[in-house]
């Protein structure tokens, strides 16, 4: 009996640890101070564990670091002209590239000096610049939502005629049409390929960087209508769709010409998620809740960005940053709180006719964990009081 007492106790203690592991790697909770701040974009730098996120109401900046609970403004909003952010990715000498959304302008700013380095208008109407993605030789590339075109910033920003319009994409394979057209952009590793995706179409296209060949990514007849923010990892692209609340993951051919859907993830917490950043095995992924903004609705305060595995991957270890309060609770009004302005007649990114209120029957994540482990436990200790009994009788 002592044996089985004692292998029953081992087993106890492990499916414990189980639990506590489950916890530990479940969401985290970093809390954006202010009540209309409305996120969409963030950015991280892997080696600092930093990450920067923009308000589409104000143009703040705020950043924040993995493990520590503050966020706290960076850029004040309205410096410079900036009063509206969606996308921005930090490059590896620690130059923020920001997407100006319907202002049509873009600007680079220096994070360790906060300085302004370059700022640029596209000079369309109507401009909507979305999303960027900076390649291996340091250019930036800008999709604009709301006319064909595709902008590059040269990797020394402050050359003459650094800024262009890099593409005009009136008669290629992308055709705009009403709604949010070009979003998320990548990319590719080896800096011939973009890859964008179309929300209002779902579909996904490749972009020949030398030549700027047009060529739509066939997905075996899915979709990703909605797709917002991505990255590309070598030949795996994650795509978010916002109002689907999914976390979409393909996997490209060789040439990036066509992908298979390996999975498609969700999470109780999303709260029409736009984009991510991936720091490690983790991602930073922002709860925007612009469609609540587009129906001027209140949004659920506060406004958080959840920390939580990437799919697929295990999770290593990492600093939890302190519990976060209460999605009920609201935070420290913000220094410069600000009334969100009436949303574009196009939308800030809302919800498209026809999309589902919740995920695509994705895998629920990390949360399982927990209730998986409680079963076993019960039923281990079961076990242990009827091979008691047993010894008894």
């Known amino acids: 009996m002592g044996h089985r007492f004692r292998l029953g106790i081992v087993l106890v203690v492990a499916l414990l640890a189980l639990v506590g592991g489950g916890v530990a790697a479940a969401t985290t909770r970093y809390v954006i101070p202010g009540d209309t701040v409305f996120p969409e974009g963030i950015t991280a730098q892997a080696t600092t564990g930093e990450f920067y996120v923009g308000s589409t109401t104000s143009g703040t900046i705020y950043r924040g670091k993995i493990g520590s609970p503050t966020v706290e403004a960076f850029l004040p909003g309205g410096a410079d002209g900036r009063t509206d952010v969606r996308g921005l990715k930090i490059d590896g000498r620690g130059r923020l590239f920001l997407a100006g959304g319907p202002t049509g302008q873009i600007f680079v700013y220096d994070s360790a000096s906060k300085q302004l380095l370059a700022k640029f208008a596209t000079g369309l109407t109507p401009s909507f610049v979305n999303d960027v993605t900076i390649a291996p030789n340091g250019d930036a590339y800008f999709t604009d939502s709301n006319s064909p075109a595709i902008y590059r ?39 011939k390929y973009l890859v964008t995706v179309q929300s209002n179409t779902g579909k996904l296209f490749r972009i020949d960087i030398a030549t700027k060949a047009v060529t739509e990514i066939t997905l075996g007849g899915e979709t990703l209508l909605a797709g917002d923010g991505m990255l590309l990892d070598g030949q795996t692209l994650r795509v978010m769709r916002n109002a689907a609340k999914t976390l979409v993951t393909i996997r490209l051919a060789a040439d990036f010409a066509s992908g298979t859907i390996a999975s498609n ?25 612009l469609n609540k903004r587009t129906a001027n609705q209140p949004p659920t305060l506060p406004f958080v960005i959840l920390e939580l595995p990437v799919p697929g991957v295990a999770p290593s270890p990492s600093p939890s940053a302190s519990p976060s309060p209460a999605p009920s609770a609201r935070p420290a009004p913000s220094a410069q709180p600000i009334s969100p302005p009436a949303p574009p007649p196009t939308g800030s990114g809302g919800a498209l006719p026809g999309l589902p209120s919740t995920g695509a029957g994705g895998a629920a994540g990390v949360s399982a964990y927990p209730a998986l482990a409680g079963g076993f436990l019960t039923l281990c200790l079961g076990l242990m009081l009827i091979a008691r009994r047993r010894q008894r009788a």
């Open 153 to 191: 910033v040269a990797a020394d920003v402050a050359a003459p005629n650094a800024f262009s319009r890099w593409i005009d994409l009136a008669g290629s394979p992308i055709v705009y049409g009403p709604g949010f057209n070009l979003n998320g952009i990548a990319a590719s590793g080896d800096g």
């Open 265 to 289: 993830d969700t999470e109780p917490d999303f709260d029409f998620p736009t984009t991510f950043a991936q720091v490690g095995s983790r991602l930073l992924v922002v709860n925007s809740q």
